[in-house]
């Protein structure tokens, strides 16, 4: 199994920005895709970026696109999420996920291995 921890979160002003970081443990993790999904107070969880397991291949939602940037480095099991001018619409707890697969999903069902999140905050 994976196990999964971030950190990086905090509190930033509109328009700046925050680097998030995944630690991923486990004999497979070079193996499987990996994805960032958010939650806001009162909504449910939405997709916000994946990789593919070798890192070739991203996604990411419309509302992040152009300002956030997902990578990784198999290499010391370290998934990460660059976030750019943010924006009060992006506050929420950041979830990182362990994908089933290589390829990268866009929906939860993709993901097996769930961290516990950790809390973003952009005030305007």
């Known amino acids: 199994q994976v196990q999964l921890a971030e950190s990086g979160g905090g509190l930033v002003q509109a328009g700046g920005s925050l680097r998030l970081s995944c630690a991923a443990s486990?004999?497979?993790?070079?193996?499987?895709?990996m994805g960032w999904f958010r939650q806001a107070p009162g909504k449910e969880r939405e997709f916000v970026a994946a990789i593919s397991g070798g890192g070739g291949m991203t996604y990411y939602a419309s509302s992040v696109k152009g300002r956030f940037t997902i990578s990784r480095d198999n290499a010391k099991n370290m998934v990460y999420l660059q976030m750019n001018s943010l924006k009060p619409e992006d506050t929420a707890v950041y979830y990182c996920?362990?994908?089933?697969?290589?390829?990268?999903?866009?929906?939860?069902?993709?993901?097996?291995?769930w961290g516990q999140g950790t809390q973003v905050t952009v005030s305007s």
């Open positions: 996920a362990s994908g089933k697969i290589i390829v990268a999903g866009t929906t939860s069902s993709a993901y097996d291995y």
């Open positions: 486990g004999r497979t993790f070079s193996a499987k895709a």
